[in-house]
DNA sequence: TTACACATTTAGACAAGTCTAAAAATAAGA
DNA sequence: TCTTATTTTTAGACTTGTCTAAATGTGTAA
C-alpha cells in the first residue's frame, strides 16, 4: 500500500514522540512536530487509524502499529542514508545534510536504498551519530549518555548529538566539537550546570546546561 | 516562485514535446505525456498561463515562455545527472533508471545539483546517450544519425537511443548493443528496411527498421 | 459552404490536506 | 465536587489536481 508524503511525515513524526519517555502521541504533539493544526491532526490521525498504522482513540492520542512502526523505521532508514551520502560523498556540512535528506528520504525503491546502502559501505550511523536501522528496522544500540549527566574528572567522547537545528550545529562547529571530540571534564558548577571542558590537547572551553543536555558522549576508561 | 511536482511535469512534457519538429503543443499531446484527461490539462495550462510559465491561447496550444524554458531545462539536467549517478554509481541497469530518476528530479537544492554534478565528473551524456545541459541550461550538441539513415557499407558507432522504454532497453541488452558499440552496414533490405550490421568483432544481426529509428549514431570514418 | 468528426473547453463534482471558529471532552485546582 | 483552563474534535470552507459529461470551437471532405 503506497503512502503520501503527507501520510509518512506523520507515521515519522509519532514516531519521534514514542521513540522516547513518551508512549502516546498527543494531538498537540503531533502538530507541532508536522507544523499544522491540531485540527488537521485530528483528521489525518483518524484517516491513519482507518488504514492501520495507527492505533488512535479519541482524546487519548496515537501510537503506532506493527506496520506504522515498519513504514517509520524504514523512512528513517532512507534520510539516515541520503545524510551519510551527502556528508561523505558529496561533502555537505553536517548542519545542511537533515533538510535536503527530508525531501530524499520519501523517494520510493528498496533497490535504490539497498544499492546505496551498499555503496556508502553500510554505515550504521549518520552524520549527526544517529544509528541507522537495517533493512528489518533493526536499531543499533549504543552506551551513551547526555553530557548533563557527567561528573567532573570524567573522560568522554562525543559520538552524537539530540538536536539537529542548523544554528546548533553551527554552534558546534564554532567550538569545534564534532564526533569523535575526546574531553575531560574539569568542572560542573552547581549554581548555573555549566560545564566546562579540556579537550584533547589542551584548550578549554565552557558550555551551557542547555548545549550539554543535546550532546551525548560515552565514556573513556 | 516554488513549482508543484505536477507543474513541473506539466512544463517537462510541453518542452518534451516542443523539443523536436512540433512548434506548439496540443492539449491531447499534453494529456498523452502526463497521462491525464484532456480537461485537467486545459485546467493547468491556464494556471501555468497565469504564472507566466507558458504561452497559451484557448484552442491554440502551448510553448514556453523563457522562465518555463528554464525550468524545464533544469529538471532534465537533473533528471539526467541522477541517471548518471544510478548508473554510474550504484550500478543500475540503464533500462531501471529512468524511473528512479523521475522522483528524483523533484528534489529542489540548487547546492545539492552542482555537487552531484562535480561528484560524478561533470558528465555530459547520461546512460542513454542523452546530453545533460550545464547550469545555463545549454546543451551539448552532436553529430548524430538515426541508425534508419545508414547505407550499406558505413561504419558507425552507436550514441544514444530516442525511447528509454524498459522493454526496448532490455531488448538491446539481449542483442548485446549498448553505447559505443561500433558496426558496419552490411545491407539495408529494400523491403522492409530491416539492417543487417557486422560487430567489430565478427558478428552479425538483423534489426527491423523499429529499432533502427530508436538508435542514434554516428559515423566513423 | 455545409456537415461532420475531432479537439478543446466548460461545468460540476470529488478526494486530499489544510484552515478557522465553535463545540465538546478532559484535566486540574480550589 | 465544582469550575475553569486546556486539549481535542467537529463543522464548514478553501485549494490543488483530478474526473466525466456536455457544450463549443476548428478543420476538412464532399
Do not use: C
Not at 487509524?49 to 517509520?72: H, M, R
Request: net charge positive.
Amino acid at each position: 500500500m503506497l503512502l503520501t508524503f503527507t501520510e509518512e511525515n506523520y507515521l515519522k513524526a509519532i514516531f519521534k514522540i514514542t521513540e522516547r519517555a513518551v508512549k502516546v502521541a498527543s494531538t498537540n504533539m503531533v502538530a507541532e512536530q508536522v507544523n499544522t493544526s491540531a485540527a488537521s491532526v485530528t483528521d489525518m490521525l483518524k484517516k491513519l487509524s482507518d488504514k492501520g498504522y495507527i492505533n488512535y482513540e479519541k482524546y487519548k492520542g496515537a501510537t503506532l502499529s506493527p506496520t506504522g512502526v515498519k513504514v517509520a523505521t524504514q523512512l528513517i532508514r532512507k534520510h539516515r542514508l541520503w545524510e551519510v551520502f551527502l556528508h561523505d560523498k558529496l561533502k555537505f556540512p553536517w548542519e545542511q545534510v537533515h533538510e535536503i535528506a527530508e525531501q530524499l528520504e520519501h523517494i520510493n525503491s528498496d533497490d535504490l536504498i539497498s544499492r546505496l546502502d551498499n555503496f556508502l559501505g553500510n554505515p550504521r550511523f549518520d552524520p549527526h551519530g544517529d544509528p541507522i536501522p537495517n533493512s528489518e528496522g533493526k536499531f543499533m544500540l549504543r552506551n551513551q549518555t547526555s553530557l548533563d549527566m557527567v561528573h567532573s574528572g570524567q573522560r568522554v567522547l562525543v559520538v552524537g548529538v539530540t538536536q539537529h537545528s542548523v544554528d546548533f550545529l553551527k554552534y558546534l562547529n564554532q567550538l569545534k566539537v564534532k564526533l569523535g571530540t575526546a574531553f575531560k571534564v574539569m568542572a560542573v558548577t552547581d549554581y548555573d550546570k555549566s560545564i566546562t571542558l579540556e579537550k584533547d590537547g589542551a584548550e578549554t572551553l565552557t558550555i551551557t546546561h542547555q548545549v550539554a543536555k543535546n550532546l551525548l558522549v560515552k565514556f573513556q576508561k
